[in-house]
C-alpha cells in the first residue's frame, strides 16, 4: 500500500515536471508573439488616432511617410499638399505641425532620409487598397492610414524580436534567458514608448535593421553559400538609407564572430573571389542609390545634405550628458542598460577579441551621437538613439546572466534589481505617455518631483539652446503693475505677501495680461509659458486657465486649461503650461492670459503668476 502511494506522488510528480516543462516550451516558442498581443492590447488602449493630437503620422515621421505621398498620392515632390493636411488632420493651433522640407540650392528635399519610406511601403500599399476598396478618403492621413502605420510599428517590433530570439540562440544562453531577455527588452526599455506612442520615428525598425545584420552575419560564418552574406550587404545598406550613423554596426562584427580565426573566415568569404565581392558591393548600394535617385528627382543633385545648418559638433560632443543627465540621459531612463554593460566583463573573460571591439562602438557610436547639435534629440522617454543597438544590450546582458548564475547569493540579489528595474521602467512608459514627467528639458529637481507621481505637475522647460528670446511678465499682486481686472486682487490670504488675485470675487475672471505679441515675440516660432501657484477649497476645481491669442478683436486660437486635472484640495500647488502661438495675422494681434471662474462657493486663489513669451530659433514642439 505504502508502495502504491509512493509510486503515485512521483508519477503525478513527473506529470508535474513535464507540464511546466511544456508550458515553459511554450512560452520560449512564442515569447515575440505573447509580446505583440500585449503591445497591441497596450496600443489600442493608449492610442487615439481618431483624435487630431493622438494621430500615428507625427513628428519626424511625417517627413519619412511623406516621400510615399508625394510620389504614389499626389505626384509632387515639393511637398505642397503638406498644409493641405494639416489643416485637415492636425491641430489647428500647429502643436503637432512638422516642417520638413528643406531649400536646397533654390529646389524643395525632404529633410528626412528616405529608408524608413521603404520599410513602411508595404502598410502604405495596404491601407491605401482599403481606402480604394471600401470608400474611405484615401489621401494618405485619413484614420484608416493612421492605424495602419500604426501596425507597421508593430509588425516590425515582433519581426525585430524574432531576429533577437534567433540571434540570442546562436550564443551559449539557456532558453531560460533567451526568454527574459526578450521580455526585458520589450517591457524593460524606452523600446515599448517608440513602438507604441512614437511608431513613425525610426527607432524600432532600426532595432529590427540592427538585429537582422548581426543575425545576418552570425549565420554567414557557418554557412556554405552566401544566402545569409548577401542578406547582410543588402540589410547593412537599408540601415545606412534609413540613419547613415548606423554604418557603425559594422565594429559589432567582432562581437559576432567572437574569435580572430571566425573573423578571418568571415573576411576571406567576403574577398575571396572578386565576383563575390563585386556581388556584395551591388547588392549593398541598392537601397543607397534609391536615396541618391530620390535627391536626383527633388533637386537635380545627387548629393544633398539636407539637414542645412543642423549637423554635427566632434569637437564639442555631450558624451557624459547623454548617458547620465537627468535632461533625457540613456543610463537614467533605461537603468537596465547599466546592468547590460556589466557583461562586458565576462565577455572580456571569455574573448578579448569581442570585448575590445565592442567597447569601442560603444565609445565610438556615444561619441558620434552625442555630436550631434541636439544631443538629446527632444527625446520624449529617455535616449531614443541607443534603441537602434539593443540588439547588443540583450547580448551583453545574456553574458551577464550566464556570469551571475553560478553565484547563488548574487543571482538572486540581481533577480531583484532587473525586476526593480523592469517595474520602473513600466512606472516611468506610463508617466511619460500621461506628461507627467515634464516635456522639454528636465533637471535633477524635476526628476525627483516627478518620481513616484501617477497625476501631473505641469512644468515646461525649453532647451536654452533654442531659446532666441524670452520677454517675462510676472506680478506677485502686491503692486498694481496695470493688468486687467485688479479689482480681483485681495488679501484673503496668499502663498507669498499678502495679496493673491481671486476669480469669481467680483465677475468670473481673475487679473489679467494683454500684450501685444508683436512688440515680445523676436521670431517666427513663439510659446507662451505660464507659471503659477493656485489654491482651491475644492477636490476638483471648476476654475480654467484661459490663454488667448486675438486678432483685430476677435479670439485667433482660444485655449482653456481646466484646474480639475490638477489641484490639491486645500493646499497650494505650483503649475505650469506651455501654449504655442498660432500664426499671427496682423502686427497687432494680442495675447490675453487670465483665470476663469463662475462666482459661487468656490475659494479659487492665484499667486506669483508668470507669463513668458518665448521665441524659438526654430520649430520646437512638446509631445
Same mark, same amino acid.
Given at each position: 500500500?505504502?508502495?502504491?502511494?509512493?509510486?503515485?506522488?512521483?508519477?503525478?510528480?513527473?506529470?508535474?515536471?513535464?507540464?511546466?516543462?511544456?508550458?515553459?516550451?511554450?512560452?520560449?516558442?512564442?515569447?515575440?508573439?505573447?509580446?505583440?498581443?500585449?503591445?497591441?492590447?497596450?496600443?489600442?488602449?493608449?492610442?487615439?488616432?481618431?483624435?487630431?493630437?493622438?494621430?500615428?503620422?507625427?513628428?519626424?515621421?511625417?517627413?519619412?511617410?511623406?516621400?510615399?505621398?508625394?510620389?504614389?498620392?499626389?505626384?509632387?515632390?515639393?511637398?505642397?499638399?503638406?498644409?493641405?493636411?494639416?489643416?485637415?488632420?492636425?491641430?489647428?493651433?500647429?502643436?503637432?505641425?512638422?516642417?520638413?522640407?528643406?531649400?536646397?540650392?533654390?529646389?524643395?528635399?525632404?529633410?528626412?532620409?528616405?529608408?524608413?519610406?521603404?520599410?513602411?511601403?508595404?502598410?502604405?500599399?495596404?491601407?491605401?487598397?482599403?481606402?480604394?476598396?471600401?470608400?474611405?478618403?484615401?489621401?494618405?492621413?485619413?484614420?484608416?492610414?493612421?492605424?495602419?502605420?500604426?501596425?507597421?510599428?508593430?509588425?516590425?517590433?515582433?519581426?525585430?524580436?524574432?531576429?533577437?530570439?534567433?540571434?540570442?540562440?546562436? #550564443?551559449? &544562453? !539557456?532558453?531560460? +534567458?533567451?526568454?527574459? =531577455? /526578450?521580455?526585458?527588452?520589450?517591457? %524593460?526599455?524606452?523600446?515599448?514608448?517608440?513602438?507604441?506612442?512614437?511608431?513613425?520615428?525610426?527607432?524600432?525598425?532600426?532595432?529590427?535593421?540592427?538585429?537582422?545584420?548581426?543575425?545576418?552575419?552570425?549565420?554567414?560564418?557557418?554557412?556554405?553559400?552566401?544566402?545569409?552574406?548577401?542578406?547582410?550587404?543588402?540589410?547593412?545598406?537599408?540601415?545606412?538609407?534609413?540613419?547613415?550613423?548606423?554604418?557603425?554596426?559594422?565594429?559589432?562584427?567582432?562581437?559576432?564572430?567572437?574569435?580572430?580565426?571566425?573573423?578571418?573566415?568571415?573576411?576571406?568569404?567576403?574577398?575571396?573571389?572578386?565576383?563575390?565581392?563585386?556581388?556584395?558591393?551591388?547588392?549593398?548600394?541598392?537601397?543607397?542609390?534609391?536615396?541618391?535617385?530620390?535627391?536626383?528627382?527633388?533637386?537635380?543633385?545627387?548629393?544633398?545634405?539636407?539637414?542645412?545648418?543642423?549637423? #554635427?559638433? &566632434? !569637437?564639442?560632443? +555631450?558624451?557624459?550628458? =547623454? /548617458?547620465?543627465?537627468?535632461?533625457? %540621459?540613456?543610463?537614467?531612463?533605461?537603468?537596465?542598460?547599466?546592468?547590460?554593460?556589466?557583461?562586458?566583463?565576462?565577455?572580456?573573460?571569455?574573448?578579448?577579441?569581442?570585448?575590445?571591439?565592442?567597447?569601442?562602438?560603444?565609445?565610438?557610436?556615444?561619441?558620434?551621437?552625442?555630436?550631434?547639435?541636439?544631443?538629446?534629440?527632444?527625446?520624449?522617454?529617455?535616449?531614443?538613439?541607443?534603441?537602434?543597438?539593443?540588439?547588443?544590450?540583450?547580448?551583453?546582458?545574456?553574458?551577464?546572466?550566464?556570469?551571475?548564475?553560478?553565484?547563488?547569493?548574487?543571482?538572486?540579489?540581481?533577480?531583484?534589481?532587473?525586476?526593480?528595474?523592469?517595474?520602473?521602467?513600466?512606472?516611468?512608459?506610463?508617466?511619460?505617455?500621461?506628461?507627467?514627467?515634464?516635456?522639454?528639458?528636465?533637471?535633477?529637481?524635476?526628476?525627483?518631483?516627478?518620481?513616484?507621481?501617477?497625476?501631473?505637475?505641469?512644468?515646461?522647460?525649453?532647451?536654452?539652446?533654442?531659446?532666441?528670446?524670452?520677454?517675462?511678465?510676472?506680478?506677485?499682486?502686491?503692486?498694481?503693475?496695470?493688468?486687467?481686472?485688479?479689482?480681483?486682487?485681495?488679501?484673503?490670504?496668499?502663498?507669498?505677501?499678502?495679496?493673491?488675485?481671486?476669480?469669481?470675487?467680483?465677475?468670473?475672471?481673475?487679473?489679467?495680461?494683454?500684450?501685444?505679441?508683436?512688440?515680445?515675440?523676436?521670431?517666427?516660432?513663439?510659446?507662451?509659458?505660464?507659471?503659477?501657484?493656485?489654491?482651491?477649497?475644492?477636490?476638483?476645481?471648476?476654475?480654467?486657465?484661459?490663454?488667448?491669442?486675438?486678432?483685430?478683436?476677435?479670439?485667433?486660437?482660444?485655449?482653456?486649461?481646466?484646474?480639475?486635472?490638477?489641484?490639491?484640495?486645500?493646499?497650494?500647488?505650483?503649475?505650469?503650461?506651455?501654449?504655442?502661438?498660432?500664426?499671427?495675422?496682423?502686427?497687432?494681434?494680442?495675447?490675453?492670459?487670465?483665470?476663469?471662474?463662475?462666482?459661487?462657493?468656490?475659494?479659487?486663489?492665484?499667486?506669483?503668476?508668470?507669463?513668458?513669451?518665448?521665441?524659438?530659433?526654430?520649430?520646437?514642439?512638446?509631445?
Amino acid at each position: 500500500m505504502v508502495a502504491l502511494v509512493i509510486n503515485d506522488q512521483i508519477r503525478h510528480k513527473k506529470v508535474n515536471t513535464k507540464s511546466k516543462l511544456t508550458s515553459f516550451k511554450t512560452l520560449y516558442r512564442f515569447t515575440p508573439e505573447i509580446i505583440l498581443v500585449v503591445y497591441i492590447i497596450l496600443f489600442f488602449s493608449i492610442k487615439q488616432p481618431y483624435r487630431d493630437y493622438g494621430r500615428i503620422i507625427i513628428s519626424d515621421g511625417k517627413g519619412y511617410y511623406g516621400y510615399l505621398t508625394a510620389i504614389f498620392i499626389y505626384h509632387d515632390l515639393d511637398y505642397n499638399f503638406v498644409d493641405g493636411y494639416e489643416q485637415k488632420y492636425y491641430p489647428p493651433d500647429r502643436s503637432q505641425f512638422k516642417e520638413f522640407r528643406f531649400k536646397f540650392k533654390g529646389e524643395i528635399v525632404n529633410k528626412g532620409f528616405p529608408g524608413l519610406a521603404i520599410l513602411l511601403l508595404p502598410f502604405f500599399l495596404l491601407a491605401h487598397l482599403l481606402a480604394l476598396t471600401f470608400g474611405f478618403t484615401a489621401d494618405g492621413y485619413s484614420l484608416i492610414y493612421q492605424y495602419t502605420m500604426g501596425i507597421g510599428a508593430l509588425f516590425y517590433l515582433w519581426l525585430g524580436l524574432k531576429f533577437l530570439k534567433k540571434l540570442l540562440a546562436t #550564443f551559449s &544562453f !539557456s532558453k531560460l +534567458y533567451i526568454t527574459i =531577455i /526578450l521580455l526585458l527588452i520589450a517591457f %524593460g526599455t524606452n523600446l515599448i514608448y517608440y513602438t507604441i506612442n512614437e511608431g513613425m520615428m525610426a527607432h524600432v525598425y532600426n532595432f529590427m535593421l540592427v538585429t537582422l545584420f548581426l543575425l545576418a552575419i552570425r549565420k554567414s560564418i557557418d554557412e556554405k553559400g552566401y544566402r545569409w552574406l548577401t542578406l547582410s550587404a543588402l540589410t547593412l545598406g537599408l540601415i545606412i538609407s534609413v540613419r547613415p550613423t548606423n554604418a557603425l554596426v559594422v565594429f559589432l562584427v567582432p562581437l559576432i564572430t567572437e574569435t580572430p580565426e571566425r573573423f578571418m573566415v568571415l573576411f576571406r568569404k567576403i574577398f575571396s573571389a572578386w565576383k563575390t565581392s563585386i556581388l556584395l558591393v551591388s547588392v549593398f548600394l541598392i537601397f543607397p542609390f534609391m536615396v541618391l535617385l530620390l535627391y536626383k528627382l527633388q533637386t537635380g543633385y545627387w548629393f544633398v545634405y539636407s539637414y542645412g545648418n543642423e549637423g #554635427f559638433d &566632434f !569637437s564639442n560632443p +555631450y558624451f557624459f550628458q =547623454i /548617458l547620465f543627465s537627468f535632461n533625457k %540621459g540613456w543610463l537614467v531612463y533605461t537603468p537596465l542598460a547599466l546592468i547590460a554593460l556589466f557583461g562586458l566583463i565576462p565577455l572580456y573573460r571569455q574573448s578579448k577579441f569581442s570585448f575590445y571591439s565592442t567597447l569601442g562602438f560603444f565609445v565610438v557610436f556615444t561619441y558620434v551621437a552625442s555630436s550631434w547639435w541636439v544631443w538629446h534629440y527632444t527625446s520624449n522617454f529617455g535616449q531614443r538613439v541607443f534603441i537602434d543597438v539593443y540588439a547588443v544590450v540583450a547580448i551583453l546582458l545574456g553574458y551577464f546572466f550566464n556570469c551571475v548564475s553560478r553565484l547563488k547569493l548574487l543571482r538572486f540579489l540581481i533577480v531583484l534589481i532587473v525586476f526593480f528595474m523592469l517595474v520602473l521602467n513600466c512606472l516611468q512608459y506610463y508617466q511619460h505617455y500621461n506628461f507627467i514627467f515634464a516635456p522639454g528639458t528636465v533637471d535633477a529637481a524635476l526628476y525627483r518631483d516627478s518620481f513616484f507621481r501617477l497625476v501631473p505637475a505641469p512644468k515646461f522647460n525649453f532647451p536654452d539652446e533654442l531659446v532666441e528670446d524670452r520677454k517675462v511678465f510676472y506680478n506677485d499682486f502686491e503692486g498694481d503693475y496695470a493688468w486687467l481686472n485688479y479689482a480681483s486682487v485681495n488679501d484673503t490670504f496668499a502663498f507669498e505677501g499678502k495679496h493673491a488675485s481671486r476669480a469669481g470675487l467680483v465677475n468670473e475672471y481673475s487679473i489679467g495680461l494683454y500684450e501685444q505679441l508683436s512688440k515680445v515675440l523676436k521670431s517666427e516660432f513663439g510659446w507662451v509659458k505660464v507659471g503659477f501657484w493656485m489654491y482651491s477649497d475644492k477636490k476638483y476645481s471648476a476654475a480654467k486657465l484661459i490663454v488667448d491669442f486675438e486678432s483685430e478683436g476677435k479670439s485667433l486660437f482660444y485655449k482653456p486649461i481646466f484646474m480639475k486635472e490638477y489641484n490639491i484640495r486645500d493646499e497650494w500647488t505650483y503649475l505650469e503650461f506651455a501654449v504655442k502661438v498660432p500664426e499671427l495675422q496682423t502686427t497687432s494681434d494680442m495675447l490675453r492670459v487670465y483665470f476663469m471662474l463662475q462666482p459661487g462657493e468656490e475659494l479659487f486663489l492665484v499667486d506669483n503668476l508668470k507669463v513668458e513669451v518665448i521665441s524659438m530659433k526654430e520649430d520646437f514642439e512638446f509631445y
